[in-house]
């Protein structure tokens, strides 16, 4: 026959065992993550950069008015929290645990090949209480030719020759202002024109809502000298301000 045995237990060092574990356990699990509830923030101001096509030219800057501004709290995947900035362009996230964070906006890359959006991404660490701020923050906007305030006009005018006069004893028959008449613009360094309008009333034509740089304005007159069948004519223009008009005054074609 088996008989069981008992041994004393120490109370006083099972006592001391729950303080200790107690002790060790409890700040670990007040421990707080990434999120709200704590009182720290980060901040920062967004300008919003607008260049060309090629980033080649900076039009003009502004703060990021009502621009969305989002944060990822400690490792997680899913979006943490949204604001929008202010018209300054400012932002605040409040109320912060200590921790690591990610906050991100979206912006045109400038260096990618394509038109294309990315996340412009800034990683934190956070101390308690504490009051980051991310400082100027750059977000980047391409604008077409055709979404700026200036404009390049100008008038036609037509020196029409009779049909049986030759160069260099040309007879002029009739001079009148040019209705549809073909004018092409180019922008910057593209190799194929941007726009095609043609004369009003008068001669009258007029390339608006342009933006700043450099422009190529080109049309085509019949060549008198019977060289070639037309000959093209060519005027190289700079807008240097969002609202600058430039006009190019009466230009003279010729046909026979």
Not at 28 to 48: F, R, V
Request: glycine share 8%; hydrophobic share 40%; with cysteine.
């Amino acid at each position: 026959m088996i008989y069981p045995t008992c041994r004393k237990v120490n109370l006083s060092r099972v006592k001391m065992l729950i303080i200790f574990l107690l002790l060790v356990l409890l700040p670990l699990s007040c421990e707080k993550s990434e999120g709200l509830g704590g009182t720290g923030s980060i901040a920062g101001t967004i300008s919003e950069q607008f260049y060309n096509d090629d980033y080649s030219l900076l039009i003009h800057e502004k703060p990021a008015v009502d621009e969305e501004v989002f944060i990822v709290y400690g490792n997680k995947e899913e979006l943490g929290s949204r604001v929008r900035t202010n018209d300054l362009g400012q932002f605040r996230f409040k109320y912060l645990y200590p921790g690591n964070y990610r906050v991100f906006f979206i912006s045109d890359d400038s260096t990618a090949v394509l038109d294309m959006e990315v996340e412009k991404l800034f990683e934190v660490e956070l101390d308690n209480g504490e009051e980051l701020d991310l400082g100027k923050l750059e977000k980047l906007t391409t604008l077409d030719f055709d979404d700026g305030t200036a404009m390049i006009r100008g008038v036609v005018k037509v020196i029409d020759y009779v049909d049986l006069s030759s160069w260099p004893d040309l007879v002029i028959e009739k001079t009148y202002y040019a209705t549809e008449q073909e004018i092409y613009l180019t922008y910057n360094n593209h190799s194929f024109y941007d726009e095609r309008i043609r004369t009003q009333s008068g001669g009258v034509f007029e390339f608006g809502g342009l933006i700043p740089g450099k422009y190529l304005v080109f049309l085509y007159s019949d060549d008198v000298t019977g060289e070639s069948d037309k000959v093209t004519l060519e005027f190289e223009v700079t807008i240097e301000d969002l609202e600058q008009v430039i006009d190019l005054g009466e230009i003279t074609i010729e046909k026979l």
